[in-house]
Nanobody, 118 residues
Framework: QVQPVESGGGSVQAGGFLRLSCAAS???????MFWHRQAPGKEREFVSS???????SYADSVKGRFTISQDDTKNIVYLQMNSLKPEDTAMYYC?????????????WGQGTQVTVSS
């Protein structure tokens, strides 16, 4: 079973940057990797995604500030977060969409906290 593990969260001041990492193993075929976030009292929301072809997608709120990428082995997905704002404060989760038998399964990590102070 695929078990993604996030790292790289922390506390920064507004305007700062962080790079999140999400490593996964134990998979045979994964197709799309996502970052989501959830702020206190709010629903979990999409942040960014990348597929095996390298195509990326971003929420409007992070376009131009966040960049998603993969390492050459495709075992690690990164989220470079620049020009951070207090409203970016949230728990950030990565999700790997992988083949499980005949079906696609979403595999979630435990999350890493990002706190941006003004």
């Amino acid at each position: 079973q695929v078990q993604p593990v996030e790292s790289g969260g922390g506390s920064v001041q507004a305007g700062g940057f962080l790079r999140l990492s999400c490593a996964a193993s134990g998979y045979t075929s994964c197709y799309t990797m996502f970052w989501h976030r959830q702020a206190p009292g709010k629903e979990r929301e999409f942040v960014s995604s990348i597929n095996n072809a390298g195509s990326t997608s971003y929420a409007d709120s992070v376009k131009g500030r966040f960049t998603i990428s993969q390492d050459d082995t495709k075992n690690i997905v990164y989220l470079q977060m620049n020009s951070l704002k207090p409203e970016d404060t949230a728990m950030y989760y990565c999700k790997w969409r992988c083949l499980d038998g005949d079906f696609l399964r979403d595999n979630w990590g435990q999350g890493t906290q990002v706190t941006v102070s003004s």
